[in-house]
């Protein structure tokens, strides 16, 4: 029965000490605060010690970010808990070990499927929006904190249905697809605010007719299924706009 917790987890992410050497996987609805990681370099052994529980076991654990040497680990809001937690990667003489510290609380995510990284910027995406994790230094330590990327569309954007969203970062855009056909789109090259400070939003479009529900990213091209099952390509023998 050990191979269902493995077997149920729908979360996936590369994470190690010195590079990505283990794959570290969540999201099974039995164990929803848990994670295991799997043998080096092998993403099909995960020995029987190589789970850690995130948090309260009431907020499940939603995705995964990469922030410098750190996984921060993104959970949903319960109102009580931390939702942002840091896995480091160290190696003592048992092995290698992964701790996991508390960060930041009061904004989880709210779709498995929107986190994504926008040239170095870690998104994901709440109930207020899409928001980024910032690395602030100062005192003893660094301290990390959530700002919102997405101010400017947040009045239309909170009244989707997020839970079904899906994310892709694509030539330099963040690319959000609600249910209905109906994609947001941040645009990286334009920020609008005090960069220095991590206080800043996007410039952000507006599509219709994009009824992805899941992208993929392939070798520049960008591609998205549907819930109908079709397998659709954005053009790229077109210019400008009329590429989309």
Known sequence: GAADKIKKCRIASWFGKGNDSRVFVAGNPDYPNMDWASGLYDPTYFPDTGYTEIGADNAPIMGYLRQFENQLIVKADNG??????????????????????????????????????????????????????????????????????????????????????????????????V?????????????????????????????????????????GELWFGTEDGRICRFQTDATRMSRY
């Not at 909170?158 to 697809?177: C, H, I, K, M, Q």
């Not at 220095?196 to 899941?214: D, H, K, Q």
């Open 80 to 177: 009580q808990d931390a939702t942002i937690y840091s896995r480091t990667a160290a190696m003592e003489n048992t092995g290698a070990v992964f701790p996991v510290e508390q960060g930041v609380a009061g904004v989880g995510a709210i779709s498995r499927y929107a986190f994504a990284s926008l040239r170095d910027d870690p998104l994901f995406l709440s109930r207020e929006g899409v928001f980024g994790v910032t690395l602030a230094y100062g005192g003893a330590k660094a301290q990390r904190s959530t700002q919102n990327r997405s101010h400017f569309v947040d009045a239309r954007l909170t009244r989707e249905a997020l839970a079904e969203a899906s994310a892709v970062v694509w030539n330099g855009f963040y690319l959000l697809a």
């Open 179 to 219: 249910p209905g056909g109906r994609c947001y789109v941040a645009d990286g090259r334009q920020r609008s605010g005090n960069e220095a400070s991590e206080t800043y939003g996007y410039e952000w479009y507006y599509w219709e007719n994009v009824p992805a529900r899941v992208w993929l990213e392939h070798e």
